[in-house]
């Protein structure tokens, strides 16, 4: 692991363990407990945050293996346009139409024909 990868790694278990703690081992009595529990997974998600930027930040060469691999079509989508259900056809699909781009299935199934192509190598 790169050296400047050690520190927002160590924040994040760090937070992680804040969770854990946060969420299995608070006292029965404590009254703020349910805002410890919030503010744990939110210095989490920061921590993770960071992280990630960290690792985006490295030459391809440093990052982790297959952290630039493409991320599943659905990733980064908040809220998927595409409706159901698919057309087998990718010719005339109304969730491509929809998406302007393959749709999940079709995505997918593209994939799994590279995946396949590679396997046979
Ligand atoms: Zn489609």
Redesign the pocket.
């Known amino acids: 692991m790169p050296s400047r990868l050690i520190d927002p790694t160590d924040k994040l278990i760090q937070a992680a363990l804040r969770v854990i703690t946060a969420t299995h081992y608070q006292r029965a009595d404590d009254p703020h407990a349910a805002d410890e529990r919030d503010f744990a997974r939110e210095k989490l998600v920061l921590a993770a945050r960071d992280l990630v930027r960290g690792v985006n930040g490295l030459e391809p060469a440093e990052q982790p293996a297959q952290w630039s691999k493409r991320v599943p079509y659905s990733a980064g989508r908040t809220a998927s346009p595409e409706i159901a259900p698919?057309?087998e056809d990718?010719e005339d699909?109304p969730?491509?139409s929809e998406v302007q781009d393959?749709?999940r299935?079709?995505q997918g199934y593209d994939d799994a024909i590279a995946d396949l192509g590679k396997a046979a190598e």
């Open positions: 698919y057309s990718g699909c969730a491509c393959k749709c299935y079709h």
